[in-house]
Nanobody, 121 residues
C-alpha cells in the first residue's frame, strides 16, 4: 500500500490550497482515509477523516474552512483548505486504514510522505 500526498505550498493568509493523496495497492474504497498535520515542535494532530461510505468528520479548528472528500474511482482523497491562517502552517500527512477509523494517528497503518503547507501573515 502506497500513499502519495501532494498539493502543499506557500500561500497568504485567507488563501486556499487543495491537497491530494493518491493511493495504490489496496482496495481504496474500503479504507477510512484521514489527514493529519504536524507543526514544528508539536505532536501530530487530527485534521479530518472520511469513511468508506463518504461520511466525514473535521477537527473543530478547521471546521467550516477545510473539507475532506474522496474519489474512489481515482483512488484519491482530497483536503480543500480555505480561509487559511498562519496557525495552519504544518506538514500535512494523509493516512489510511481498513480497520481503524478513529482520530489517533498512531493507529493508522498507512501513511503518505507529507506535504508542507506554509501560510504567511
Amino acid at each position: 500500500v502506497q500513499l502519495q500526498a501532494s498539493g502543499g505550498g506557500l500561500v497568504q493568509a485567507g488563501g486556499s490550497l487543495r491537497l491530494s493523496c493518491a493511493a495504490s495497492g489496496h482496495p481504496f474504497s474500503m479504507y477510512t482515509m484521514a489527514w493529519f498535520r504536524q507543526a514544528p515542535g508539536k505532536e501530530r494532530e487530527f485534521v479530518a477523516r472520511i469513511w468508506p461510505g463518504g461520511n466525514t468528520d473535521h477537527a473543530d479548528s478547521v471546521k467550516g474552512r477545510f473539507t475532506i472528500s474522496r474519489d474512489n474511482a481515482k483512488n484519491t482523497v482530497y483536503l480543500q483548505m480555505n480561509s487559511l491562517k498562519p496557525e495552519d502552517t504544518a506538514v500535512y500527512y494523509c493516512a489510511g486504514d481498513q480497520y481503524y477509523s478513529g482520530i489517533g494517528y498512531r493507529k493508522y497503518d498507512y501513511w503518505g510522505q507529507g506535504t508542507q503547507v506554509t501560510v504567511s501573515s
